[in-house]
């Protein structure tokens, strides 16, 4: 993984987080909810800065961050694109939905567009069935998808 | 200040998708126009449930029903029906049978068999606002167990109604309070598991969204009666809005007094803390639940002991359900003998499904136990989508089973599940049609497995694993007759031996899809054959050219340009270009595709 420099600002606003819970090793994961908000993701230099701040091993945060699918290490893209594949879309047809983005975005889950414009990832149930199956574009909802609404979607964001 | 009319507008998740704020902003801004603001209040509540048809419009007080309203009909719908009492009668819900509009909600099918008690205040009230929870019997039974109720007289009228928890297990509520309170500790915790993670179910998003409050006062009720003066809320972090309400409703219930030091003038005192979860399926396990909660991964321990022993930071603790939680204050409003009065010899009161899939009416439903599965697909659910047939309904999400046309009489309650081989769980119901592929559902529910499984004890981590390798392959059409043998024993040694609930359940939609679909899996294995037409590698799409009538509809519809053919004459597919979408075979009007 290339060397990351995070912000100074930023790294003095995750010191206050800690502090802000006592930098208490029980809120470890209200910790990491809100560094995650503010870098967007859980690079390995925010993940060393926490734990040495709650006083516990390294290893000990990563596998928590790695427990967790909430947790991400990598940047997502700049609209990231979730796919419901919860049960209810599941029947009706949102596999297909996924590899359509797959194939136009060239991208499997869990990654990002080499212009870091798209992420694609797959979620469990949003609880929209009504609307199955169900597509997120950053917080904007798209339901009843069929394959041939994929393309279209993506160019709204192009 | 009191109004003449309320507009209540659904402000659930799912309504919220389609565009109901519009709707509730466009409405406040017209009835101002119109100076009707002092006499017409618009109300955003929780969840209807009948989200097929959202977003949903009630007007009260005359019930009548407005589905699918766009942000373009308010006006219209002001104009019409608030100003001139005409009702809009395009915008009606129109039963599928007969296409004739109903006036109003009591009319309408879905809602006949339905009894709501969890789900009583979802749609009626605005969840942001305590006085009207209050207004429909609020936080009467907190007073009622504080003032006139000693904590066993509490746990003895919960014993008494026979109510169990509703987020799988089904364990009697009364005897788990009884248990907490026993221990002698200098501190306690109540906990609300709202940690719902079973892809499809979305009840206790819905009672959150829709009637925090009720959540709130169970939770005080339940610290009453076994001794705690703490309450935590664990739930996922990607439930914004149900977050966020619950969030407004504990801010309220401390300004009334309701939360805090010495409730009631009684002495008691109980806070509620939020806790969030970070999207791990084992949480639901209450052991892996609150080591999630002390800040570690979420894995399980084995019990004893139990929490009620030795829960949250080793203190004895006592975890819920929200549904569960959500039955509590009316059980001690309404009294023990009423809620047994309701549902079967074992499993009293009602349950909440969230129905889905191929079915017309998806949406959240609240049943009596012992409704059967029949009443639910067919009446309230209104049937099979687009016609079809009806192949199997999965109920119990990941840990449950696949059931048949032969199960469609079985009265629904907690055992009768379990002796057909699925289970209530947390009351997802997915309904599947003749174009579903049940092989295909046994490897979807293990694929989610395989990603969820937290990795400690090895019949889960590697067994399921070694499941989901098998059942690729029969969809591939590479399995032999032996895989099925070896899917059932190891099927069942990952039962036997996996350390919590989850792998202990894991392998029931294996299970009872091959004995339920048993031809199915031979078809895939002698005869490299999907019957529903699902599986991709056995798959090949062909365009009959006497039925083809060269609309080219197909053609511009394919998203990889695999099909050809001149306009007016049939069409053909280059299966070299064609990914199997299934685009082609939605659009085709005349059946011309067909699928090899």
Known sequence: ?158 | MSYNMHILVCGGTGCQASSSKTIISRMNEYLKEKNLDKEVQVIATGCFGFCEQGPIVKIMPDNTFYTQVKPDDTEEIINEHIIKGRKVSRLLYKEPEHHNPVSDSKHIEFYKKQLRIALRNCGFIDPENIEEYIAREGYTALAKCLTEMTPQEVINEIKLSGLRGRGGGGFPTGLKWEFASKYVADQKFVVCNADEGDPGAFMDRSIMEGDPHSIVEAMAICGYSIGANKGLVYIRAEYPLAIKRLRIAIKQAEDYGLLGENIFGTGFGFTIEIRYGAGAFVCGEETALIHSMEGHRGEPTTKPPFPAESGYLNKPTNVNNVETFANVPVILNKGAKWFASIGTEGSKGTKVFALAGKINNVGLIEVPMGTTLREVIYEIGGGIKNGKKFKAVQTGGPSGGCLTETHLDTPIDFDNLIKVGSMMGSGGMIVMDESDCMVAVAKFYLDFIVEESCGKCTPCRVGNKRLYEILSKITEGKGTMEDLDNLRNLSHVIKDTALCGLGQTSPNPILSTIDNFYDEFVAHIRDHRCPAGKCKALLTYHIDSQLCIGCTLCARNCPTNAIAGERKSPHFIDTEKCIKCGTCIDKCKFNAISIR
Do not use: W
């Open chain 1, 1 to 158: 993984m290339p060397e990351i420099k995070l912000p100074q600002n930023k790294v003095d606003q995750l010191l206050a987080i800690c502090k802000e819970h006592g930098n208490q090793e029980g809120e470890l994961i209200n910790i990491l909810h809100k560094a995650q908000q503010l870098f967007g993701y859980l690079p390995d230099k925010v993940q060393c800065i926490v734990a040495k701040e709650l006083g516990i091993p390294v290893s000990k945060v990563y596998g928590v961050v790695s427990f967790y699918s909430f947790f991400t290490m990598k940047p997502k893209g700049e609209h990231p694109i979730s796919v419901c594949m919860g049960t209810a879309c599941y029947v009706r047809g949102s596999e297909r939905i996924l590899d359509e983005f797959k194939r136009l975005l060239n991208i499997n889950i869990g990654e990002t567009t080499p212009d870091g414009k798209f992420s694609l990832d797959s979620l469990r149930c949003v609880g929209a069935c009504g609307l199955a199956p169900v597509v997120l574009v950053g917080e904007k909802v798209y339901g009843r998808v069929t394959p041939a609404d994929v393309e279209r979607i993506i160019k709204e964001f192009e």
